[in-house]
Nanobody, 123 residues
């Protein structure tokens, strides 16, 4: 059974940084394209960034380009989302999920969501 756990969120001031982790159990992450999503109350969940199965392709939505960086560590079975120069509009619950290639479509492959991790950017 696919199980993903997100961690690394917190409260940070504008301009600060956080690194989110997405750790898998029940399967190896290197066999999946992975997407990071975020959701704020009252809005639909949106895809933020993704990485292909072979790590040769990454995608970012325009609002996070140049600030966020996605990476994978197969030894740790973890995908990371490094978030720099955070802005108040980045405040959301962040989730990771397996996605269908090409990952930039953010189509869910296995509909198994974790609890998410809260990111709050505020002074």
């Amino acid at each position: 059974q696919v199980h993903l756990v997100e961690s690394g969120g917190g409260l940070v001031q504008p301009g600060g940084s956080l690194r989110l982790s997405c750790t898998a159990s029940g399967f190896t992450l290197d066999s999946r394209a992975i997407g990071w999503f975020r959701q704020v109350p009252g809005k639909e969940r949106e895809g933020v960034s993704c990485i292909s199965v072979s790590d040769d392709f990454t995608h970012y939505i325009d609002s996070v380009k140049g600030r966020f960086s996605i990476s994978r560590n197969n030894y740790e079975n973890t995908v990371y989302l490094q978030m720099n120069n955070l802005k108040p509009e980045d405040t959301a619950v962040y989730y990771c999920a397996t996605v269908v290639p090409p990952c930039r479509e953010y189509d869910i492959f296995e509909d198994s969501w974790g609890q998410g991790t809260q990111v709050t950017v505020s002074s």
